[in-house]
Every structure is written in C-alpha cells, then in structure tokens.
C-alpha cells in the first residue's frame, strides 16, 4: 500500500497553501469543509479567494514563497504554475517532516486526495494513489448510483443510540448481533422514507425486546426493459430483497440485477394467460411480508400504469403490511423516446392520452369520441389484439385514415424493432409484420416524426406510412 487511508479531523488546525488562483481555491474549499484553518500565500489571488478574506474564512498573506511560512503548519499545499516554487515548498515540507501536496505532480505528495462519495458522516476515499484519478473517479460515480442517500441520516440516528446500546449489552458479540438485527430490520426503510422519529422509536422497540420482525413490500416499477432505465432507488430496494415476486414483462436482464440469494417467484400475467390469478398474487404478498420478509413485487414500466399496483397496494393496506412505492419509466415513455417519437409536439400534438386496448371482462367501451379528436397522441398498451377494432372506432369517430402510427415491440430492448404507417391499415400492419407481444401503439402525427429522429437499435424495422402495404410486408 503506497498510501495509508487514514481520515483526520481538522478541527482548526492551520493548513498552508501556496498559490491564489482557481486549483488554490478548490483546495482551500476542501479543507474549509473540514473545518481546518486556512493560510494562503501568493502575491495575488482570485477575486473569490480576496471576498473569503473579507469574510475572514481565510488569511491571505500577499507575499511570495519562503520556507519558514511552513513552520506550525500541519499540512501544505503548493498549487502554483512554477515548478521552482512548487519543488522549493515540497522540500521545505519534508524537512520539517509536514505533509505536502503538490498539485498534479504525485512523486511530490506526501498525501493526496482522494475522490469522495459523501454522504455525511459516512465518507468513504478512493484513491488509485495517483496512477488513474479518472479511474478512481469512474468507481466513485458507480458508488454514488450504489449508496443510498439515507445512509448518512441512518448512520447518525444509529450514533445516537451507541450509548444507550452499550448500557444495554455489555458484551461487544451482543452488540454487533443487535446492530446486524437493527440494519436487517424496518428502521432502516424508516429512515429511507424519512420517518426519522418512526425509526427511532422502533430502534427503542427493539432496544427493549418489544418488537416483532416486520415485514415489507417493495412495489417496484422497472421501465420497459433496458436495465439502465431503473432508478437508483429500484436497483437499492432489489438488492435488499428476500423475495422477489415479478411478472413476465420484467426483462432478464434487470432480473439479473435482483439479490442474488433472493427467491424468485413469477406470478405471470401474459394477456389470455394469467398463470397467478390476482387474487393469490395480492394475499401471496401480504403472506410473504407477515412472514417478516422484504419483498420486491417487480412490474413492468411503471407499477399505478395499468399494472395492477392500486389493487395490490390497497389489499397491503387492508392488511396492515407496510410497502413502499417506486415508479418506473412507463412504456408509452420508453417507447416512444426510444423510438425518436416525441409524445407531444407543438406542431402536432397538445395531449396525449393513456389508453388500454384490454378492458374488464365486462368493462364498458372505451370513450372513441375522446380519443378520435385530432391535435393529440394516443399510447395504446395492450392493443395489438384488438387493434382492428381501435381502427375501425377511431376513424368511425372522425379521426383521419391516413393518420400517422408507429407500433414499437419490444421498446427500449435490444431487439426494439419501430413499424410505421398509416391509421387506415393499422391492423394489417400488425399483422403483415407478425407483432409480438409486448408492443405499444402510438396513434397521432407524432408518429411520423420516427423518421426524423429515431437513434435506437440497429434492427429497428421501419416502414414508410406513405408506401402501400405490400412495401411493407
Ligand atoms: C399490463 S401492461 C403494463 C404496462 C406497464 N405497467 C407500464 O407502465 O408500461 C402491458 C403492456 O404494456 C406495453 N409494454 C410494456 N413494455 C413494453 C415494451 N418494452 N415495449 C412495448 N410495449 C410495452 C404493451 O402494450 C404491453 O401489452
């Protein structure tokens, strides 16, 4: 290890830097995070540096470099253009045995800096001990996606119980079990909500053995299907999961993302073919989390978008069971921005409107008067069965045959293929180019703006809307 991770408090300690201009000022902001106390030397500074020392955050002295300005400094800086300087600041540190740094020049740091994930007063320092900052900076923002922001609250309320815990358990084997109890248990998706005194009075709760393990169901939307589509929240509450309840919309490869000694259990949901009655799905939910476990119910795009996610959230509810809620990227979204198809256009959509093509068994139709007026979009999910009949109603209520249409299946993933055309042959399109489930039809000018900007997927099948239908097949 060429470098030793340690963290220090400055505290007001007296940190030297050498240099005025914009690298001293970012170095002077670090240590002022740190609460440390700033000395900076150079014969001018940067306007920001000279409105610090107005506000006495820091003590410029408008001079130039000489060895005995280090005397009494913990720590040194030297953030100048010139070599000379810099070289002269680095042996005055080391032959007065002070830390030193000199700004992009690694054999001449006695300590460097590493890149930081923050989330107070969890820090943790990488460092690739200045062969490859951008490497170190890459796993950072990986991290950053990883780590939670809740952990910074979670670790201060836990701080604030370590004394009474150590009143509790005398010996540090009760302790650390206790704490893994508490990390495992409720208090922390309390604290992730931002119930603070919910969490703390649970963690006094268990602190005085008055607390059942509690369960919990994660209702999770995981977008259309690229796995870079989840949010930061979904892929945490994945990988926290004892079970993972999903339905068939849900791609391998975010299913790939979930815990990897998580039980999977796929409750289906195929149209025609529901291989878990809703029903069994709702009281399996509320089972699993009676059982004390954390549950992911993983639904296709977003989990309150046709998704059945009301129905099971209310039947939570009913049972008492607590749950969180995280929305995907709807289909309509994913699809059509993949698809270069923007869902409103000044020019040619003001509204657009969320429909389905499967109703209720016994459902009522849908309002056809509504949704054939012009100047607006239509994202029909679930309509490729049905889609003579969407056709037929649209154009009986005025909407124009020769409207735009694109049919994207399999939107966002790597086999995304886009088929446009025209209202009027809506249905032969579907059928000419053998549609598979899942795909979503976007109805209105918009449409025809796939050719101007569509991006995504290589294999993406387009078909003029403008050319007969025998071209297309
Ligand atoms: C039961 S609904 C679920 C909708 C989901 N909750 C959402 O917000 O996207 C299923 C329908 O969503 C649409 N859909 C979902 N994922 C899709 C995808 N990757 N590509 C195209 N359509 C998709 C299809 O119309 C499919 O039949």
């Given at each position: 290890?060429?470098?030793?991770?340690i963290?220090?408090?400055?505290?007001?300690?007296?940190?030297?830097?050498?240099?005025?201009?914009?690298?001293?000022?970012?170095k002077?902001?670090?240590?002022?995070?740190?609460?440390?106390?700033?000395?900076?030397?150079?014969?001018?500074?940067?306007?920001?540096?000279?409105?610090?020392?107005?506000?006495?955050?820091?003590?410029?002295?408008?001079?130039?470099?000489?060895?005995?300005?280090?005397?009494?400094q913990?720590?040194?800086?030297?953030?100048?253009?010139?070599?000379?300087?810099?070289?002269?600041?680095?042996?005055?540190?080391?032959?007065?045995?002070?830390?030193?740094?000199?700004?992009?020049?690694?054999?001449?740091?006695?300590?460097?800096?590493?890149?930081?994930?923050?989330?107070?007063?969890?820090?943790?320092?990488?460092?690739?001990?200045?062969?490859?900052?951008?490497?170190?900076?890459?796993l950072?923002?990986?991290?950053?996606?990883?780590?939670?922001?809740?952990?910074?609250?979670?670790?201060?309320?836990?701080?604030?119980?370590?004394?009474?815990?150590?009143?509790?358990?005398?010996?540090?084997?009760?302790r650390?079990?206790?704490?893994?109890?508490?990390?495992?248990?409720?208090?922390?998706?309390?604290?992730?909500?931002?119930?603070?005194?919910?969490?703390?009075?649970?963690?006094?709760?268990?602190?005085?053995?008055?607390?059942?393990?509690?369960?919990?169901?994660?209702?999770?939307?995981?977008?259309?299907?690229?796995?870079?589509?989840?949010?930061?929240?979904?892929?945490?509450?994945?990988?926290?999961?004892?079970?993972?309840?999903?339905?068939?919309l849900?791609?391998?490869?975010?299913?790939?993302?979930?815990?990897?000694?998580?039980?999977?259990?796929?409750?289906?949901?195929?149209?025609?073919?529901?291989?878990?009655?809703?029903?069994?799905?709702?009281?399996?939910?509320v089972?699993?989390?009676?059982?004390?476990?954390?549950?992911?119910?993983?639904?296709?795009?977003?989990?309150?978008?046709?998704?059945?996610?009301?129905?099971?959230?209310q039947?939570?509810v009913?049972?008492?069971?607590?749950?969180?809620?995280?929305?995907?990227?709807?289909?309509?979204?994913?699809?059509?921005?993949?698809?270069?198809?923007?869902?409103?256009?000044?020019?040619?959509?003001?509204?657009?409107?969320?429909?389905?093509?499967?109703?209720?068994?016994?459902?009522?139709?849908?309002?056809?008067?509504?949704?054939?007026?012009p100047?607006?979009?239509?994202?029909?999910?679930?309509?490729?069965?049905?889609?003579?009949?969407?056709?037929?109603?649209?154009?009986?209520?005025?909407?124009?045959?020769?409207?735009?249409?694109?049919?994207?299946?399999?939107?966002?993933?790597?086999?995304?293929?886009?088929?446009?055309?025209?209202l009027?042959?809506?249905?032969?399109?579907?059928?000419h180019?053998?549609?598979?489930?899942?795909?979503?039809?976007?109805?209105?000018?918009?449409?025809?703006?796939?050719?101007?900007?569509?991006?995504?997927?290589?294999?993406?099948?387009?078909?003029?809307?403008?050319?007969?239908?025998?071209?297309?097949?």
């Amino acid at each position: 290890m060429q470098y030793l991770p340690i963290f220090t408090k400055l505290d007001n300690k007296p940190v030297l830097i050498i240099g005025g201009g914009e690298v001293a000022l970012r170095k002077c902001r670090a240590f002022l995070q740190a609460r440390g106390r700033v000395t900076l030397v150079a014969p001018e500074f940067c306007h920001e540096l000279l409105e610090m020392a107005q506000e006495k955050t820091v003590t410029l002295v408008h001079d130039y470099f000489s060895p005995e300005q280090l005397d009494g400094q913990m720590l040194v800086i030297a953030a100048t253009d010139l070599n000379a300087v810099n070289e002269a600041v680095f042996n005055a540190a080391n032959e007065r045995n002070i830390f030193v740094n000199v700004v992009d020049d690694q054999p001449k740091c006695s300590f460097i800096f590493p890149s930081i994930v923050d989330r107070n007063p969890i820090t943790i320092a990488i460092s690739s001990a200045g062969t490859a900052p951008v490497l170190a900076r890459r796993l950072r923002e990986k991290l950053e996606t990883l780590i939670p922001q809740h952990i910074g609250p979670l670790a201060e309320l836990v701080g604030s119980f370590r004394h009474k815990v150590k009143q509790r358990f005398k010996q540090f084997s009760d302790r650390r079990q206790f704490w893994e109890s508490v990390f495992d248990s409720q208090v922390v998706s309390k604290v992730q909500t931002g119930d603070i005194d919910a969490a703390s009075a649970q963690l006094d709760a268990m602190l005085n053995n008055t607390v059942e393990p509690e369960g919990e169901v994660y209702v999770i939307g995981a977008g259309p299907g690229d796995p870079e589509l989840l949010t930061l929240k979904a892929l945490q509450l994945m990988q926290q999961a004892d079970v993972v309840v999903y339905d068939y919309l849900v791609s391998d490869e975010i299913m790939e993302l979930v815990r990897r000694d998580a039980d999977l259990i796929c409750v289906g949901k195929r149209m025609g073919n529901h291989s878990v009655e809703q029903h069994d799905t709702n009281q399996l939910l509320v089972r699993l989390a009676k059982e004390g476990k954390k549950v992911c119910r993983i639904k296709g795009g977003d989990p309150f978008i046709y998704g059945r996610g009301g129905e099971e959230v209310q039947v939570l509810v009913a049972n008492h069971v607590n749950y969180q809620i995280v929305p995907g990227i709807t289909a309509a979204a994913g699809c059509a921005a993949y698809a270069g198809i923007p869902l409103t256009h000044r020019d040619h959509a003001q509204a657009i409107q969320f429909v389905t093509g499967h109703c209720k068994k016994d459902g009522q139709d849908l309002d056809w008067r509504s949704l054939a007026q012009p100047h607006q979009t239509l994202a029909v999910y679930m309509g490729v069965v049905k889609s003579p009949h969407i056709q037929a109603k649209l154009i009986e209520h005025g909407r124009a045959a020769t409207t735009p249409v694109a049919i994207v299946e399999n939107g966002t993933r790597k086999n995304q293929r886009v088929v446009t055309g025209q209202l009027g042959s809506l249905a032969e399109l579907i059928e000419h180019n053998n549609i598979q489930s899942p795909a979503l039809l976007i109805i209105g000018e918009v449409a025809q703006l796939h050719h101007e900007l569509a991006w995504f997927g290589k294999q993406s099948q387009t078909s003029s809307f403008a050319q007969p239908l025998t071209d297309i097949a």
